[in-house]
Each structure stands twice: as C-alpha cells, then as structure tokens.
C-alpha cells in the first residue's frame, strides 16, 4: 500500500481565481498497477497534475485500501495477474466501497478486445498506454465534472422526495384534522338537535 506525496516543487498551472482556489479539492485517485516502477512514474505526473494519489499493486489490497478511503477515481491496469483489471472493478463495485467514484481502465494500444470487454463491464472510460497525461487529465476532470453533476441532481432529486413526503404527511394530517372537526360537528349537532327535542317534549307534556 502506498500514497503519493506530491513534491515541493510541481508543474505550474494556470492562473485560477482565488474564489476558486480557495472551494477547489485535489480529485483522489486510486492507482491500481503492478508494476512498481509503472505506477511510481504516473503516480508523479498525476501528482503534479493536480491529484492526489494513492498506490496499490492488486485489486485485494485495493479493496482494503478503500474500506476507509474514498476516492474520485480509480485508474485499473487491465493486465493485472493476481486479479485481472474488469473482477477488480467488479469486486470493489459490489463490495459497495466506491458507490461515487469513477472507473479507468488502462489497457495497451493495439488491444481493442480488452477496451470492449472493460466497456461493456461498466467501466466509465478506458485509456492506453504510452499516455498523454495532458489528454488523461482532461479526460479524469471531465469525469469527475460528470460525477459531480449525477450527484448534484440525486441530491436535489432526494430532497424533492423528501419534500414531496413531507408535503403528504401534512395534507395527510390536515385531511385527519378536517375528518375530526367534521365528526365534531356532527355530533355538535346531534346534541343541538337532541336538546330541541327534548324541549318540544317538555313543552308538549306542560299542555
């Protein structure tokens, strides 16, 4: 298990603005690789990119690994031996540990077959190697941009639910309310009619 300090001194970004900087959060990301000095060169790039990185070399310590840490995206090389790339993806899916995050799935240039098969097990996009980290960070943020909007509208569309719910509660106990003072009435009226009754009664036995 490892995690990728980013160094003092990293690749210059544009000028944002400090608004911005200040709300803005590195994007996590799992890099999953077995081979060590692989993941050690992308770990730097992406680190100086803007991400923070962490490192393992299967898909079981990576499942560990995200038992307590949540992560934005997990970048999966398809050729991993002990646990090939898509049953990782698959495990840590129905391990319920990455409900939010991102899958890319990094195969090599020439093996089309693998591309298909990651896309077709759900993957979110897949990338080959040698990279372009300029075009791989573009296409990462554009993931997490996406993410981020799916979340936003489950949130709001939780909230209309919870809103709609509520409402209901409230027509529902005005609805109670409205069916007991009808009930009252009734039986006010009952009474009133009962009383007039008993009147006209006395009245008639008095002549």
């Not at 499942?63 to 090939?84: E, F, Q, W």
């Not at 993957?123 to 981020?148: G, I, Q, S, W």
Request: proline content about 4%; overall charge neutral; charged content about 30%.
């Amino acid at each position: 298990m490892q995690f990728w300090k980013p160094d003092r001194i990293s690749r210059p970004r544009p000028a944002q603005n400090p608004e911005t900087v200040r709300t803005a959060r590195r994007p996590r990301l799992l890099l999953i690789d077995e081979d060590a000095a692989a993941r050690a060169a992308v770990a730097r790039r992406l680190s100086h990119l803007g991400y923070d990185v962490a490192l393992a070399e299967n898909g079981f310590i990576a499942i560990n690994m995200l038992i307590g840490r949540p992560v934005d995206i997990i970048l999966i090389d398809m050729g991993l031996a002990l646990l090939p790339g898509v049953a990782t993806m698959r495990k840590i899916r129905a391990a319920g540990l990455a409900d939010n995050a991102c899958f890319v799935m990094i195969g090599g240039r020439q093996d089309k077959t693998s591309a298909v098969e990651a896309l077709d097990a759900g993957a979110d996009d897949y990338v080959v190697k040698p990279f372009d980290f300029d075009l791989l960070d573009a296409r990462l943020r554009h993931l997490c941009a996406r993410a981020e909007q799916v979340g936003a509208l489950a949130r709001h569309n939780a909230e209309l639910d919870a809103r709609i719910a509520r409402r209901a509660l409230e027509l529902g106990e005005t609805r109670d309310a409205l069916a007991e003072m009808q009930a009252d009435r009734a039986r006010l009226v009952s009474s009133i009619q009962a009383l007039h009754d008993e009147i006209a009664r006395l009245n008639a036995t008095r002549n």
